[in-house]
């Protein structure tokens, strides 16, 4: 079962459509059991630990701050690595087996343990277009211009020896 940090970094409301998982505040406080039908709110500056307890599916929604000045604040990461907690949303690699979402720092680190992750960037999934190769065809051997024949001249004779 998937296990993981978190760090809430702006309000979060979580439905859960199905499955369940035990969410442990690491702040000391009592272990929250979550599951199909539960609507929670995650507060901005909550920490805690994920474990995973059967497969879930889910809908949630960010919410950030409003800036003083009444402009919306800029969108925080909703995506952080499961290895160091940094938010990753811009580009992050997608390891199936365990689900787990890798910041490129801790990729490079460990390539060998996260092989067959999938490269995204905004949380989708990124092919990288492979270089163009272009094949020149193979030009004939141009052949030697000969100057043009001079208009009623005889052509010239070959000499024997």
């Avoid at 059991?33 to 929670?40: L, P, Q, Y």
């Avoid at 141009?142 to 005889?154: G, L």
């Amino acid at each position: 079962k998937k296990s993981f940090p978190y760090n809430y970094t702006a309000e979060e409301r979580v439905l859960v459509l199905s499955g369940s998982a035990t969410v442990t505040p690491t702040d000391g406080s009592d272990p929250l059991t979550i599951g199909a039908g539960d609507a929670v709110t995650f507060h901005k500056g909550f920490k805690c630990k994920w474990k995973i307890t059967k497969r879930m599916k889910k809908h949630y929604a960010v919410f950030s701050d409003v800036a003083e000045d009444g402009d919306e604040a800029e969108d925080l990461p909703a995506i952080t690595c499961d290895v160091c907690s940094v938010g990753c949303v811009e580009e992050s690699y997608f390891v199936k087996e365990g689900e787990l979402d890798i910041c490129p720092k801790c990729y490079e680190k460990d390539k060998d343990e996260y092989s067959g992750a999938e490269h995204q960037k905004g949380g989708e999934a990124w092919v990288e277009e492979p270089a163009k190769v272009v094949k020149k065809k193979k030009q004939p051997p141009k052949k030697k211009k000969q100057p043009p024949k001079k208009k009623n001249q005889p052509p010239k004779k070959k000499q024997k020896k």
